[in-house]
């Protein structure tokens, strides 16, 4: 596309000229988690920001932060099948997700006659050729969806896909800190799921069409991998040219939903001692989108002397909207109204704090 | 058509206030502190199965 075209594609594509991709972490530069897990199965896969694998079936993946990307991104993400299954059930299927929050959602004036278009855009690689499903569904309804089928062509290519989604006029997205909807990239699926075939233009509530038309196996074979990155969604029939932002913005938003403290030398937060087993700590973080889920490994607190005991638990943590205020616990050691930091002590210390969808 | 979370044990933690206010519980092999809060996707998964009947969480200490 020329340089004429992408600015009339831009100004006539109904959206914002900045802010216009409603995907976070779309071109998967941000992973707070780290850059690999292996052995990974199960329903709630997380490594890269922002995104989910689904594993249901009786597979086992890799998964990656790749630096194998097109033109004009640094990464992608990489998920290579280490265990096979290469015959799926019917209700079998795993899948990539990314959610959005309905506030941030009510520009598209779904349950109104005005509902607006979305247009999807996204870099894609496989070795396995074939059809492909991707959908959105909205996630406060009950099974409303939307769910369009697209083509690698080439294996083991870099290929753009473009593929537009009709508002809804009847299905409302609430205007909370909620998932409103979600985009899934299907890996594969049994066939309660696929032989509906895709609902294209309209939005279905029939089981069979959610990932209808999927005709491809991800997990069949050690040998697969399937690579995205430049996953941009929005509004309008128009696909604009990625919207890149700095490394810096991209990562602001996605510690609304995920925030790793790494190890350090120096102290992670400065806190109260309360009693013998108990200290309160608040730690600096954004508005995050809900109290998240804390985990914890090789920390201790104490005064930066002697033998500071480790903590064991975190027994309560509140968002204030700018900080994350914690009580931790240890077995015993600590002396009331002393103050205290806490610390990493080992390479494995973590601290991390979830509220993704 | 979410599956559900593997959760393999769930027991209350109290605050400072002896108020039940965490789940410690371990899902996918991995602890971690949930707070009570239905818009966290791992209480709410904990509150579903709970309700199904699949789930207790043990009282607090």
């Known amino acids: 596309m020329s340089k004429a075209a992408e600015l009339a594609a831009l100004i006539g594509s109904q959206s914002s000229l900045s802010n216009r991709n409603l995907v976070i972490n779309g071109d998967m530069a941000v992973a707070q988690r780290g850059t690999s897990a292996t052995s990974q199965s199960g329903t709630d896969i997380r490594l890269l920001d922002m995104w989910q694998l689904v594993e249901g079936a009786d597979a086992v993946f890799t998964i990656a932060q790749s630096s194998t990307a097109p033109d004009g991104f640094n990464n992608s993400l990489k998920i290579d099948t280490t265990t096979a299954d290469s015959s799926l059930s019917t209700t079998q299927f795993a899948s990539v997700k990314t959610r959005f929050e309905g506030l941030n959602l009510q520009q598209l004036q779904f349950g109104t006659s005005s509902a607006k278009p979305l247009t999807l855009s996204f870099w894609v690689r496989s070795n396995v050729t074939g059809t492909y499903s991707v959908m959105i569904a909205l996630s406060d309804a009950t099974n409303i969806y939307q769910s369009h089928t697209y083509a690698i062509s080439s294996a083991d290519t870099w290929e753009k896909k473009t593929i537009t989604f009709i508002g809804d006029t009847t299905t409302a997205i609430p205007d909370d800190n909620t998932s409103g909807f979600l985009l899934d990239f299907c890996l594969g699926s049994g066939t309660a799921y696929t032989s509906g075939g895709a609902t294209g233009s309209a939005w279905s509530s029939s089981a069979t069409s959610y990932f209808g038309g999927h005709a491809v196996n991800i997990m069949a074979s050690t040998s697969n991998e399937f690579l995205l990155t430049g996953v941009q969604l929005e509004i309008g029939e128009v696909a604009t040219p990625f919207e890149h932002e700095s490394y810096a913005d991209n990562l602001k938003k996605c510690k609304r939903y995920f925030i790793k403290y790494i190890n350090s030398s120096g102290a992670y937060a400065v806190g109260a001692i309360e009693g013998t087993t108990t200290a309160i700590f608040s730690f600096p973080a954004p508005d995050m989108r809900a109290a998240p889920t804390a985990a914890i490994d090789d920390l201790t607190i104490g005064g930066g002397i002697g033998s500071p005991p480790d903590v064991t638990a975190i027994s309560s943590v509140t968002n204030t909207g700018h900080s994350l205020d914690c009580t931790l616990t240890v077995a015993s050691g600590l002396t009331a109204t002393n103050a205290a930091r806490i610390r990493a002590t080992g390479s494995d210390s973590l601290l991390t704090f979830d509220a993704e969808l | ?61």
């Open chain 2, 1 to 61: 058509m979410n599956q559900k979370m593997n959760i393999t044990s769930a027991k209350y933690l109290k605050d400072l206030e002896d108020e039940n206010s965490i789940v410690k519980t371990v899902i996918d092999g991995e602890t971690l502190f949930v707070p009570l809060d239905l818009e966290n996707r791992h209480y709410a998964e904990i509150k579903r199965q709970v309700d199904a009947g699949e789930l207790t969480i043990e009282d607090a200490d």
